[in-house]
Structures are given as structure tokens and as C-alpha cells.
Nanobody, 119 residues
Framework: QVQFVESGGGLVQPGGSMKLSCTAS?????????????MSWWRQVPGKERELVML????????SYGESVKGRFTITRDNAGEKVYLQMNDLRPADTAVYYC???????WGQGTQVTVSL
């Protein structure tokens, strides 16, 4: 079973930066190859559906989803370590959410990491 452990969240002031990390495991046992799999970051606020934020394909090409994060968020990956990162700059209160990483399309969800943007 593929699993994801997200970390790096916390409290940050508006305009600040934060880098989230995701460590994946279980790919090989599940018959998948991390380096050949598109990976993604999602976020969710209470009462709303989880939304796709960023996607990175197996060729390291990243793509943002949603006008609100374009130019501010960057997704990267480390295939050797089976990790995915989300660099978030110029954070806004509207970015407050629980952030999750996953494959794309997604498999089972991890616990996520809470990001709170506030004074």
C-alpha cells in the first residue's frame, strides 16, 4: 500500500514562505515506480472539497492549478528519496488549509500537514 507522510506545516505570517515535504513509501510493493508516477499536492479547508494545487509529472514538469497559486507555489521532486516538495511564497490567509500530497490521480490519503497563514 502506498503511503504519504506530509510535514513542514505550521503558522506563518502573511507574505511569508514555507516549504512542505512529503515522503512516500510502498511504491515498489504496490507494483508502482515512483519515478514514473505523476505526483501532486492538494489542500482542503473545513467544509470544502479537497482541491488540486500543483502537479509534477515524471519528467519533472510542474503545473499549477488555480490562479491563486500561480507564480507563488513551486513543486519539485526527489526520485531517489521518493519525496515531493511544495515551496510556497508570498503566503496569504486564503492559503490556510491542510495540505496533502499524493499521486495523480490520487490513491489513499495521508494525514496531511496544517498550514495557517495569520498575523
Amino acid at each position: 500500500q502506498v503511503q504519504f507522510v506530509e510535514s513542514g506545516g505550521g503558522l506563518v505570517q502573511p507574505g511569508g514562505s514555507m516549504k512542505l515535504s512529503c515522503t512516500a513509501s510502498g511504491f515498489t510493493a504496490s507494483g508502482l515506480t515512483f519515478s514514473q508516477t505523476s505526483m501532486s499536492w492538494w489542500r482542503q479547508v473545513p467544509g470544502k472539497e479537497r482541491e488540486l494545487v500543483m502537479l509534477i509529472d515524471r519528467n519533472f514538469v510542474g503545473e499549477s492549478y488555480g490562479e491563486s497559486v500561480k507564480g507563488r507555489f513551486t513543486i519539485t521532486r526527489d526520485n531517489a528519496g521518493e519525496k515531493v516538495y511544495l515551496q510556497m511564497n508570498d503566503l496569504r490567509p486564503a492559503d490556510t488549509a491542510v495540505y496533502y500530497c499524493n499521486t495523480f490521480p490520487p490513491l489513499d490519503w495521508g494525514q496531511g500537514t496544517q498550514v495557517t497563514v495569520s498575523l
